[in-house]
């Protein structure tokens, strides 16, 4: 099993809907959750943290669940400028070995 | 020092021949850490340096891959004896340890492109 497996989409959406992706990981003892977002031919770039309570910033919002090993990310009222690819990074904390593995990514389209 | 910058932005190269890119991180930044992405996958962890202590690194890496961080701020990177499959994006990061919810920093990368 894959460390960190996503959906890879493409997710193809008009502007305005509202779109969700999930992301696994197999390792229980990770403690910090990322979303990264990342254009394309650009770098990974931080979105958001993701709290064990789940937690939002504007159109956006992260849950996480334990027991299942997922994480999600949910995005209201997408824009045009919401197409990239989106990447989930969990992390094993500042006591761990602390390389991070990134899954390859939920591309994301926004469509007019 | 707004960022992690690296050097250089591109890099064609022929075959056999050696390369070496270079990354500043985030000053107060102890931890420095490079990936390597190809078109369609995420980041692929290449190696990682806690202040100019390598502390790990990738099994996937050949013995033409090595990585230094002499004085625990830049570091470099440098491919020997180049080969098509090297080609892809290098990417630089860098974190504060210790602060592990803020996430990296990454840089906006090397294109290695080797012909």
């Known amino acids: 099993r894959k460390e960190v497996e996503q959906d890879p989409g493409p997710f193809n959406v008009p502007e305005g809907a509202t779109v969700a992706f999930n992301c696994t990981y197999s390792?229980?003892?990770?403690?910090?959750f990322f979303w990264y977002r990342q254009d394309c031919r650009k770098e990974p770039k931080l979105l958001m943290s993701?709290?064990?309570s789940g937690n939002e910033d504007g159109r956006f919002t992260a849950q996480l669940n334990r027991a299942s090993q997922y994480i999600s990310l949910l995005i209201r009222d997408s824009k045009l400028s919401d197409s990239a690819t989106y990447l989930c990074?969990?992390?094993?904390?500042?006591?761990?070995?602390?390389?991070?593995?990134f899954g390859s990514g939920t591309r994301l389209s926004i469509r007019p | 020092d707004t960022g992690v910058s690296q050097d250089p932005r591109h890099k064609i190269t022929k075959r056999g021949q050696n390369v070496t890119f270079r990354c500043d991180p985030i000053?107060?930044?102890?931890?420095l850490y490079w990936y390597r992405q190809t078109l369609g996958q995420g980041p692929e962890f290449l190696t990682y340096?806690?202040?100019?202590?390598?502390?790990?690194k990738s099994r996937l890496l050949s013995d033409r891959f090595s990585a230094e961080r002499p004085k625990g701020s830049f570091s470099t990177l440098e491919i020997q004896r180049t080969e098509q499959g090297d080609s892809a994006m290098y990417l630089c990061?860098?974190?504060?340890?210790?602060?592990?919810?803020?996430?990296?920093?990454f840089g906006s990368g090397t294109r290695l492109t080797v012909v």
């Open positions: 990061a860098s974190s504060l340890w210790r602060a592990s919810n803020y996430g990296y920093t």
């Open positions: 990074v969990p992390h094993g904390g500042y006591s761990s070995a602390s390389k991070i593995i």
């Open positions: 000053s107060e930044h102890n931890r």
């Open positions: 390792n229980s003892a990770s403690q910090s």
């Open positions: 340096f806690q202040n100019e202590a390598q502390l790990e």
């Open positions: 993701v709290y064990s």
